[in-house]
């Protein structure tokens, strides 16, 4: 009933460095196939029995698919990555940019072109333009509209 025990010096460095690199290349296998089958998924010049066709090679022959297809489409999977990555940045940005212009106050200026470019379309009269002009000169803030017509409401309907 008694195992044998293992001790330290029994197991010689080499083999700890030999094991530790097995490892090492085993996580680096999996890395490799997990991008190769989300690449396979992200092309979208692929149709679907391109896709399905890739996947049963990588998955039934995983060393030699993989090397194949690395072989026939490394080139364009690196340049997807690059897209995704400009494409992922550029949602970045403009999410930052819209949020910024978001949290700025909006200046008195910005309020009169805004009421401007409203009285060109039509959508207020040239009473309403002028109610609400002087609102925004006498400094009460942005006008409110009214829920049924959109206009701007005048200060002795408040």
Do not use: H
Not at 47 to 52: L, N, Q, R, S, T
Not at 69 to 93: H, N, P, S
Not at 97 to 118: G, I, N, Y
């Amino acid at each position: 009933m008694s195992a044998p025990t293992y001790l330290a010096y029994d197991y010689p460095a080499l083999s700890v460095f030999w094991s530790m690199l097995v490892f090492f290349l085993w996580i680096m296998w999996f890395v490799l196939l997990f991008r190769v089958v989300v690449d396979i998924f992200r092309d979208d010049n692929l149709g679907g029995w391109g896709k399905a066709g890739w996947t049963l090679c990588v998955v039934l022959l995983p060393f030699l698919g993989v090397l194949i297809y690395l072989i026939a489409r490394g080139k364009d999977m690196g340049r997807r990555e690059v897209e995704q990555a400009r494409a992922q940045q550029q949602a970045i940005d403009d999410y930052i940019r819209q949020t910024a212009q978001q949290d700025v106050p909006r200046t008195s200026a910005d309020e009169l072109a805004k009421l401007s470019a409203m009285r060109s379309r039509g959508d207020i009269t040239d009473d309403e333009f002028r109610r609400a002009k002087e609102l925004v000169l006498a400094g009460s803030g942005k006008p409110e509209r009214t829920e049924q017509t959109g206009a701007v409401p005048s200060a002795s309907a408040r």
